[in-house]
């Protein structure tokens, strides 16, 4: 068996999780081939983040993370193949239960109440890798990509067999690289192994797609989704079916700076608004204008109902 370096074991961290709506759903015939599903609650159909863990990993994710993202209208799947990789082998057979995996999602996207033309793929270490083909191949409802430790030293030790740049492409989407330590450390999750995929973004004339932040050991937050919630409001629509249903809703001025306004033919009777990490700020009734001169700086989300009980998200950029 062709081998190459272990991927990195990461440290167990003490958590608190958050119950799935869905435990152990079977995409494939083998036991390794399993899934767990958070349900963002909608009328409509929800965009979805698919998370693939480390080397010895399981599909748990913290409740922090998974209440952060169903409170601004996501809904997330994380899904199981080879626990760890050890060889090339593995990796292949990984990277052909993402296809299935993904085939399956699609099947029954229905079921589930998601939209698959605004999916998030995130990983961290092995995760990086098992997701790294299908996240790069051209395809417009791939919105994103939000990766933790990606791409550690072992996966670039056979450049005859893979490179993570040979899927690197004008039609890559944007991807967010989280790193727990500084360029040029000693461990395995080296950021240089990230900087060598933006600069071949940088090469191809997407560098506006690629943002890379390392050292997070330092800083004072090492969660590896503390980025999370905001890159995937940047890069997706949450609910716009559900928009065209309700009648739609104009936001204006975005951003804005004092008064906001709503233009709409929907009959709206409340309105919630969160912070992009789900803080619930504002419940009130709804109303045509909002003073929000005392708001922070950010991205907030807007939640309204109709008179029948209905949905609608939308974000606006207060500055």
Request: aromatic fraction near 12%.
């Amino acid at each position: 068996m062709k081998k190459i370096s272990p991927i990195f074991l990461l440290l167990l961290i003490s958590f608190s999780l958050s119950a799935q709506d869905h435990t152990g759903v079977s995409y494939g015939p083998e036991d390794r081939q399993f899934l767990d599903i958070w349900i963002a609650p909608s009328s409509m159909p929800t965009p979805v983040f698919v998370y693939a863990h480390p080397n010895g990993g399981t599909t748990d994710l913290p409740g922090s993370i998974t209440d952060d993202l169903k409170d601004v209208g996501i809904s997330v799947v994380s899904w199981e193949s080879i626990t760890s990789l050890t060889s090339i082998e593995d990796v292949e057979t990984t990277w052909a239960d993402a296809e299935l995996m993904f085939e399956w999602l699609e099947a029954n996207a229905d079921t589930y109440n998601f939209d698959l033309t605004n999916m998030i793929i995130g990983g961290s270490s092995r995760g990086t890798i098992v997701s790294w083909i299908y996240g790069h191949r051209p395809n417009p409802n791939v919105k994103g990509l939000y990766m933790y430790n990606a791409l550690p030293d072992g996966i670039w030790a056979d450049p005859s067999w893979w490179l993570p740049t040979d899927e690197v492409s004008i039609d890559s989407p944007p991807i967010f690289f989280v790193y727990r330590f500084e360029p040029g450390t000693e461990d395995i999750h080296d950021p240089e192994n990230g900087i060598i995929i933006t600069e071949a973004y940088d090469a191809l004339g997407i560098g506006d797609r690629h943002t890379l932040v390392h050292s997070i050991e330092y800083s004072g937050n090492t969660d590896r989704f503390q980025f999370l919630v905001d890159f995937a409001l940047s890069v997706i629509t949450p609910l716009s079916v559900e928009e065209q249903e309700l009648g739609g809703i104009t936001l204006y001025p975005n951003p804005v700076a004092e008064t906001l306004n709503f233009e709409t033919a929907a009959n709206y009777q409340s309105l919630r608004i969160y912070s992009a990490m789900g803080q619930l700020i504002l419940r009130s009734d709804y109303k045509s204008q909002l003073d929000v001169s005392v708001f922070s700086s950010g991205t907030y989300i807007i939640e309204l109902r109709d008179d029948q009980g209905r949905l609608h998200r939308d974000r606006f950029i207060k500055y």
